[in-house]
């Protein structure tokens, strides 16, 4: 039998612990260690996560022969450097989103992954729904006729509260965008894959409705919850990102389309959503209900697509692992991702040659340029070209 794929998960908050379970579902591949900041926290870590190796320093587990690929669950500030570090030590690399903290950085990563040869990806991982895979299908099949215009939303209210505190806030930490960069750019990644079109032009309203937070002294999480606990202490921090933004955009053929994105939005918790109207139909597909595509007619009834294997198009089949009714949601989005990504690695396909079926370094950099384009917008008050 072929030895395992080995991989090692550097960052251990909310979704590198996403990552552990999503690749521990492949038969092949092992994750071998982790790393997080401090030996001591990395080994407690590595305890409840059933991790074999454990590194204070990310800089040893790149040093582990073993590892062939490394997983990049850092925060965002921390993203270019170890992914470049990643690269240079020859190991396939698969990071999380935002890919550094500029678009000139993120273009220096692609250049530098390509020079080294190794198989980059991005975990934009909204595009691996066996539905985002049927719609891409169906709309490359012209079922929808022209698409004329995309629209929707993805909100949040885990940042609804002024007292609601998390590293994502703090631009030197999260970046000069919020909002958009950490969910907007999903939005974003999953029409332009589902469309086939590219966003090049944006007109942008941002809005920070705390412009100051009041931060609890204590430690907090993304999507974290204070259960019950009495926080008594806050001190003020100013916020320079988005809390809300809307956006009109143009696509590359002259379409059109319009998002919103929210982390203050009460009762949203995950809620990404957009609809195609098209020259023949429509289609509406929403994230928290995604074994669903509402399909809209003009001249007879609308129907609702289940999501199904026996009926999906044969593109859309592999992504679907159980049978029609056994809905499966976020978690096998992400094992998707993965599944695409260690395949490629498994087959022993070409970066530079070969088409990805996941999204690379090169849509984390169209990503950088698209937040960049809608951070210019807002400033100047203009529409504003998307530079890549
Ligand atoms: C936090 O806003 C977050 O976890 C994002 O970072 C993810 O990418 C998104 O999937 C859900 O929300």
Same mark, same amino acid.
């Given at each position: 039998?072929?030895? &395992? ?7 251990? +908050? %909310? ?34 996560? +059933? ?7 990310? &800089? ?32 396939? !690399? ?26 980059? +990806? ?21 079922? %929808? ?52 079109? *590219? ?47 809307? !956006? ?86 992400? *094992? ?7 395949? %490629?690695?498994?087959?022993? *396909?070409?970066?530079? *040659?070969?088409?990805?079926? %996941? ?19 807002? &400033?100047?008050?203009?529409? !504003?070209?998307?530079?890549?």
């Amino acid at each position: 039998m072929k030895a &395992k794929i080995k991989a090692g998960i550097i960052g251990t +908050g %909310f979704i590198g612990p996403a990552h552990i379970e999503a690749v521990r579902r492949l038969e092949f591949v092992e994750v071998i260690a982790l790393a997080q900041n401090g030996e001591e926290s990395a080994r407690i870590k590595a305890e409840q996560l +059933g991790v074999p190796l454990a590194y204070g320093d990310y &800089k040893d587990l790149l040093r582990n022969p073993d590892i062939e690929v490394v997983h990049n669950c850092t925060p965002n500030h921390l993203h270019n450097q170890i992914n470049r570090e990643i690269i240079e030590a020859g190991k396939h !690399v698969l990071s999380e989103k935002p890919l550094a903290m500029s678009s000139s950085e993120s273009s220096e990563l692609l250049a530098l992954a390509r020079k080294h040869g190794v198989v980059h +990806g991005v975990n934009f991982n909204y595009r691996q729904y066996p539905m985002m895979k049927q719609l891409a299908e169906m709309v490359k099949q012209e079922e %929808f006729g022209r698409i004329n215009a995309v629209h929707g939303s993805y909100l949040q209210d885990w940042l609804l509260y002024e007292t609601d505190y998390n590293w994502r806030l703090d631009d030197k930490t999260g970046g000069r965008s919020r909002a958009i960069a950490d969910i907007g750019s999903h939005w974003c990644d999953t029409v332009q894959y589902v469309t086939g079109k *590219k966003i090049k032009q944006v007109f942008a309203d941002l809005w920070t409705v705390h412009p100051i937070r009041k931060k609890p002294v204590s430690q907090a999480i993304t999507f974290g919850v204070s259960k019950g606990e009495q926080i008594s202490k806050y001190e003020d921090i100013p916020v320079h990102t988005e809390d809300y933004a809307s !956006v009109l955009i143009r696509f590359d053929d002259g379409s059109k389309g319009a998002f919103t994105v929210s982390q203050v939005s009460a009762g949203r918790k995950n809620a990404l959503s957009f609809e195609l109207n098209g020259s023949r139909k429509s289609a509406y597909w929403k994230q928290e209900e995604p074994a669903s595509l509402w399909i809209g007619h003009r001249d007879r009834f609308n129907e609702v697509l289940m999501a199904d294997p026996a009926l999906f198009l044969e593109e859309a089949r592999p992504s679907i692992h159980h049978p029609g009714g056994h809905t499966e949601g976020w978690p096998d989005s992400v *094992k998707n991702m993965m599944l695409q990504y260690y395949t %490629f690695i498994r087959e022993g *396909k070409d970066p530079l *040659k070969d088409k990805a079926n %996941f999204a690379t370094f090169e849509d984390g950099h169209l990503s950088m340029c698209i937040m960049e384009a809608i951070l210019k917008s807002h &400033k100047d008050e203009c529409w !504003v070209q998307v530079q890549q």
